[in-house]
């Protein structure tokens, strides 16, 4: 139990286009997914919580207008890069935690490598 | 905000040999510690994990070990084998009812397992 699925698992774009990035709980409901980055040989860094049926919170830093996030039910997330530039190129990473009223661990999806050009 | 710190950096051991990750935290109100392992390209996969309740807990060859009156725990991985080389993530959170914050992780520990 408690899979996290995310696509695609990678994409490339040009810069100043868009791209969607999905993170779908399987198996579990999740009223909070998380957004984390981790660029190479890095740490991950926590950008978002996605909170089904509210607006998302970002973390300091973190350009909510660029980085667009939408939980639009129980079990899936979706994260929007606007306008890529280069320097978004990242994994981008989802989490979620089964339990709809409490949970603490946390299980990571695939991951989505994005390269923009 | 949450910081989380870890060392080392690069853990070189023989296999077979005992290896020890140690992370420090900043704020008094985290309550939840996982431990992570992450491979090349992949996601990062739960190991382990402590609440703030319990001052240690153990799974096989793993354990960890929290202190909070210092702020600080640690991961014990006990006769190490090949397939443990990886990377490795500390991290903390604050857990209440009704949700938990995300992680914050350490920069993590390159484990290596000398043959």
């Known amino acids: 139990g408690a899979v996290v699925s995310q696509h695609p698992s990678w994409v490339i774009c040009k810069s100043g286009t868009s791209v969607k990035i999905e993170c779908r709980s399987l198996d579990f409901q999740a009223t909070t997914m998380f957004w984390y980055r981790q660029f190479p040989k890095q740490s991950l860094m926590l950008m978002a919580t996605?909170?089904?049926?509210?607006?998302?919170?970002?973390e300091q830093g973190v350009e909510k207008d660029k980085f667009l996030i939408n939980h639009a039910s129980l079990t899936l997330s979706t994260l929007t890069v606007t306008s890529a530039h280069p320097e978004d190129s990242s994994f981008y990473i989802c989490s979620a935690g089964p339990g709809l009223y409490y949970t603490d661990t946390q299980y990571f999806g695939p991951g989505t490598r994005l390269t923009v050009l | 905000g949450e910081n989380v710190e870890q060392h080392p950096s690069t853990l070189s051991v023989q296999e077979g040999d005992s290896a020890v990750i140690k992370c420090t935290y900043s704020?008094?109100?985290?309550?939840?510690f996982p431990w992570y392992k992450q491979e090349l390209g992949k996601r990062p996969q739960l190991i382990i994990d402590i609440r703030s309740n319990v001052g240690e807990k153990k799974d096989q060859r793993i354990a960890v070990t929290l202190n909070k009156t210092a702020k600080h725990f640690s991961l014990h991985i006990t006769e190490t084998q090949p397939e443990d080389s990886a990377v490795y993530f500390c991290?903390?959170?604050?857990?209440?009812?009704?949700?938990?914050?995300?992680?914050?992780f350490g920069k993590g520990t390159h484990l290596i397992i000398q043959p």
């Open positions: 996605s909170n089904e049926g509210s607006k998302a919170t970002y």
């Open positions: 991290a903390a959170s604050r857990v209440k009812g009704g949700g938990a914050d995300g992680l914050t």
């Open positions: 704020d008094s109100a985290s309550n939840y």
